[in-house]
């Protein structure tokens, strides 16, 4: 994560150069300015122009996003006042999924002789702490009885 930098302010480092050395000539000055433009470039500062024009940019845009807004709720002002009885549409609903339990439950009962978690995994793609995790609550809850030592059978 990168540094926020903190804002650097030329104004003191020039007194102090000023206050440092007494009667500083013009030459001495404009060096300190360039190399204080460097420096800006360096830290990859903004110039005031190119932050002048970021800001002329937002505001645009915001102008643009206000004439939108103005746009859509004139629009939908018009529709509601131009109604017309219309059917009311039925909405469709969406069969509920089947739990990981449910699809677990589901291959078992296919295997009438019982089943591994070896084939469970095959069949529903799921990792074995999870197959294991659901075979132990679905016996908990008396959905499943243990045939043998790995071997699972659903209960009819």
Do not use: W
């Not at 060096?31 to 433009?37: D, P, S, T, Y």
């Not at 500062?45 to 746009?71: H, N």
């Not at 509920?96 to 070896?118: C, F, H, N, W």
């Amino acid at each position: 994560m990168k540094k926020k930098q903190k804002s650097f302010a030329f104004d003191p480092l020039i007194e102090f150069m000023l206050d440092h050395f007494k009667d500083p000539t013009k030459k001495e000055v404009d060096k300190l300015i360039k190399k204080a433009e460097q420096f800006l470039v360096v830290l990859k500062v903004p110039s005031k122009a190119s932050f002048d024009r970021l800001i002329k940019r937002i505001e645009a845009l915001e102008k643009a996003l206000e004439i939108q807004k103005r746009s859509t709720k004139v629009a939908a002002h018009a529709k509601a006042g131009n109604r017309v009885a219309t059917k009311k549409r039925r909405v469709s609903r969406a069969k509920p999924q089947m739990t990981d339990s449910e699809r677990i439950l589901r291959v078992m009962k296919k295997y009438t002789d019982g089943v591994d978690v070896a084939t469970l995994k095959k069949r529903t793609r799921f990792e074995d702490k999870k197959i294991r995790n659901i075979v132990s609550r679905l016996n908990k809850k008396g959905k499943i009885k243990r045939a043998s030592r790995g071997i699972y059978k659903a209960v009819a």
